[in-house]
């Protein structure tokens, strides 16, 4: 059998502030999983994707520490059209999250948006911008 791509995972130092960012960009993470060490959610598309704490990850990896520097990585929600980009973004900064790159009109044609988690992770929202025409 090849491998088959099953699962985002992440580690959190603030499970809760983290769980915050993601149910307001519409994740149904289940009420008081901000006290669990792992969280786990299946998506609409099957992939799955989890949270655990720094004392969850220490547990089988001792000499865990966490990374420096800007992420190598980022998660990218797709929205369902120019204006939930705006408002997503307007929602999620509002609330103290951090904005790395405010909404844009990219040339590759989307509306284009990056934040940062409360973990400092690339979080990418778009939507495709309508044809001209």
Same mark, same amino acid.
């Given at each position: 059998m090849t491998p088959q791509f099953d699962l985002v995972g992440t580690t959190v130092a603030d499970m809760a502030r983290t769980l915050? #960012?993601?149910r307001r960009l519409g994740l149904d993470i289940p009420a008081?999983?901000?006290?669990?060490?792992?969280?786990?959610?299946?998506?609409?598309?099957?992939?799955r994707l989890a949270w655990d704490t720094v004392e969850t990850i220490r547990s089988f990896?001792?000499?865990w520490t966490p990374p420096t520097g800007s992420p /190598?990585?980022?998660l990218a929600f797709r929205c369902a059209d120019p204006a939930e980009?705006? /408002? /997503?973004?307007?929602e999620l900064t509002g609330?103290? #999250?951090?904005?790395?790159?405010?909404?844009?009109?990219?040339?590759?044609g989307q509306r284009y948006a990056v934040l940062h988690d409360p973990e400092g992770n690339g979080v990418d929202l778009f939507a495709p911008l309508p044809?001209?025409?």
């Open positions: 915050d #960012f993601y008081g999983a901000e006290a669990e060490p792992h969280v786990e959610l299946t998506l609409d598309n099957g992939l990896d001792p000499g /190598r990585m980022s980009v705006d /408002r /997503r973004w307007a609330a103290g #999250f951090h904005g790395h790159l405010p909404p844009w009109d990219a040339v590759w044809t001209a025409g």
